[in-house]
């Protein structure tokens, strides 16, 4: 589980910060499509990362037995 205290929610910002490359050549590349069709896109790839992972957890359990 997750520890989600607001010191260990500190502690993650502090590290992504950290490891974050925002150098003005690569500020694009963290900037978010909001546009309907770009959210549609992300939401639709969510789902189907969603549906590949329970597939593959249904066939790990048909090969475990």
């Known amino acids: 589980m997750t520890d989600t205290s607001p010191e260990a929610i500190s502690r993650r910002l ?3 910060s950290r490891l974050s ?3 003005p050549d690569r500020r694009l ?3 978010i499509d909001l ?4 959210v549609a ?3 639709r790839e ?3 990362l969603y549906t590949l992972s329970l597939q593959l957890a249904e ?3 048909s090969h475990r037995g």
């Open 46 to 48: 969510a789902s189907d």
């Open 29 to 31: 590349d963290a900037k």
């Open 21 to 23: 490359d925002l150098r």
């Open 59 to 61: 066939m790990g359990a």
């Open 14 to 16: 502090r590290e992504v």
């Open 41 to 43: 896109a992300r939401l």
């Open 35 to 38: 546009a309907p069709e770009g």
